[in-house]
């Protein structure tokens, strides 16, 4: 059973970063492709950024384009999103998941970002 567990989340200013981890158990090697959505309040869940196994390919929002950068250390069964320029636009709980396969995605709790003005 994989299950994923998110952290670093947490309240910072508008202009600020933020580290987000995203770890998985259950698995010692995991060749799956990854990535983070997240919802904010009222608005349905979007995809934020996406990453293949090796972390040779990515894939970003448009909002998020040159502040976001998504990376893994398959060594420590850990996904990141560092985010920079932080916007109150982008408050939102995010959400890290695993695609296992075209139909099985695993996701982890969510973790709360709150962007001040």
């Known amino acids: 059973q994989v299950q994923l567990v998110e952290s670093g989340g947490g309240l910072v200013q508008a202009g600020g970063s933020l580290r987000l981890s995203c770890g998985i158990s259950g698995r010692t090697f995991n060749p799956w492709p990854m990535g983070w959505f997240r919802q904010a309040p009222g608005q349905e869940r979007e995809s934020v950024a996406s990453i293949n196994w090796s972390g040779g390919i990515t894939n970003y929002a448009d909002s998020v384009k040159g502040r976001f950068t998504i990376s893994r250390d398959n060594a420590k069964n850990t996904m990141y999103l560092q985010m920079s320029s932080l916007k109150p636009e982008d408050t939102a709980v995010y959400y890290c998941?695993?695609?296992?396969?075209?139909?099985?995605?695993?996701w982890g709790q969510g973790t709360q970002v709150t962007v001040s003005s």
């Open positions: 998941y695993l695609d296992r396969s075209s139909s099985q995605r695993y």
